[in-house]
């Protein structure tokens, strides 16, 4: 079975700062999912990417995904107190619609 | 902007009893979804419906669980006899392709 590790397990930035979060693979990426969920709430989708070297950016967040690295990484570019919560890679396999989840990347920016 | 809607958002039921999770996934979707998040742990899936039937499940999701889409609108989650260890929260989602993941905001499912 797939296994997503993500890196950092936590992470505490001032605000203002950027910031990386990765997501590692066990297997082939076909897809790769972020979202984002506050403590005890939603998942918010943030991000897909499905092909290799593809990048996608919202307001101050950038994904990437190596495909032959079996890794995508989400960049945070000056960092803000909004910007904290759970950050959460999912990722799909071969002929398969369900999503297989990292245990998550907490976020703390500090004012 | 379109959502999945879940209720209750929490839901307390003493060991045993048979609870139902109910989602209203986004309009236009076809496929449909259970996830569970087991305080502190991964989300972890539970099952994927399209076309009235159940297309992928999980080991979790035994004979214990079951989906049913009873109207056009409504998706639903049952769990026939609740364990201590069913607690978690409970995400429903949908997508208008395979993959394409909207999720709700959640049912705190709570065993006592």
């Known amino acids: 079975s797939q296994e997503l590790e993500q890196s950092p397990q936590s992470l505490i930035v001032q605000e203002g700062k950027n910031l990386t979060i990765n997501c590692t693979s066990s297997?082939?990426?076909?897809?790769l999912y972020w979202y984002k969920q506050k403590y005890g709430e939603g998942l918010i989708f943030l991000m897909m990417l499905q092909k290799g070297g593809e990048e996608k950016s919202h307001e101050k967040i950038t994904a990437k995904l190596d495909e032959k690295k079996q890794q995508s990484s989400l960049h945070i570019t000056a960092s803000q107190p909004s910007h904290a919560g759970i950050y959460l890679c999912?990722?799909?396999?071969?002929?398969?619609?369900?999503?297989?989840f990292g245990k998550g990347t907490k976020l703390s920016v500090i004012p | 902007e379109p959502e999945v809607t879940q209720t209750p958002s929490h839901q307390v039921t003493q060991m045993g009893q048979e609870v139902i999770l109910r989602c209203v996934p986004i309009s236009n979707h076809l496929y449909f979804y259970w996830y569970r998040q087991i305080l502190g742990q991964k989300v972890e899936f539970l099952v994927s419906f399209y076309n009235n039937e159940i297309s992928e499940k999980s080991e979790i999701f035994d004979d214990q669980f079951s989906v049913e889409r009873p109207d056009g609108s409504n998706f639903t989650l049952k769990i026939r006899s609740t364990k201590l260890e069913d607690s978690a929260m409970y995400f429903c989602?949908?997508?208008?392709?395979?993959?394409?993941?909207?999720f709700g905001s959640g049912t705190r499912l709570t065993v006592v």
């Open positions: 989602a949908s997508s208008a392709f395979p993959g394409g993941y909207t």
């Open positions: 999912g990722a799909s396999g071969a002929g398969s619609y369900q999503l297989t």
């Open positions: 297997k082939t990426l076909y897809g």
